[in-house]
């Protein structure tokens, strides 16, 4: 896995974009929208998203100890998915409390969205 760090997303940018059904993206679109991709893309944070766009809100204390890796390293992969638009967080005392960003989810939704196949094509 690289060490580099993900660019923070331009969130209207994502909406720019028509399903990939319709019509392919151009460079600038990839560009916009692959680092939410690559976000998702790892085991850990695939499973802290799952795990915090499953309920309204969930505090940092609940996630680390579903995982057999260290506070920081979860700390990291939290750092991602705030960094690419993925999702919000709130810092209420000492803790950090995450949710979702629905609106995001929605538009990369839409993004993969594929038409059923008509009689014709099957």
Do not use: N
């Not at 993900?6 to 692959?34: G, H, K, N, T, Y």
């Not at 991709?37 to 609940?62: N, Q, T, Y």
């Amino acid at each position: 896995m690289s060490k580099q760090s993900l660019p923070v997303v331009d969130l209207q940018a994502v909406a720019c974009c028509s399903p990939i059904a319709v019509r392919p993206m151009d460079a600038e679109q990839a560009a916009v929208v692959a680092p939410m991709f690559k976000a998702l893309g790892d085991p850990i944070r695939l499973r802290l998203m799952s795990m915090i766009a499953s309920v309204p809100e969930i505090c940092v204390c609940d996630l680390t100890p579903a995982f057999d890796v260290s506070g920081p390293t979860i700390s990291h992969h939290l750092k991602v998915l705030r960094e690419t638009g993925l999702v919000d967080a709130e810092r209420r005392g000492t803790w950090v409390w995450y949710r979702v960003r629905p609106e995001v989810f929605r538009q990369l939704g839409a993004l993969l969205d594929v038409p059923a196949a008509t009689s014709a094509d099957a």
